[in-house]
């Protein structure tokens, strides 16, 4: 079993859980074999002998969804940072002060490449809504 542990302020961690029956008590007993990260991926390999077969299955199952999800987040989270990073451009763009430094920085990194294609890819992949790319002067 693997129990999710959060602490303060997001920190926290993965329990890996044993359940043996103990007959002195008459019931089963829980004993936490390993704590790992919460980004962990996977069982590391000392753990799993310590686990019965039917425990390892379950936390392979466990950590398979769990990449999946953490897929999915960290695609969520970089979207919306990127929008926010969007709306931090456009207001140093629009401010007289700031709009040397933002395309100086922008000229430095390649911003007009990586938007192209960004662009690019999100038409190619069906993204709908108003992506419009500014005309080239001839």
Known sequence: MIRERRGKRGAGCLQVISVRYDPEIGRNRQRVVATLPLDADGLPSRVAPELTENERRNAEAFFAARSHELRERRILESVAALVVQGHRIRTALADPGDRP???????????????????????????????RVAARRR
């Open 101 to 131: 430094m933002v395309l100086r920085a922008a000229e430095l990194y390649g911003l007009g490449t990586s938007l192209a294609e960004l662009v690019g890819a999100a038409v190619t992949a069906g993204l709908r809504g108003r992506i």
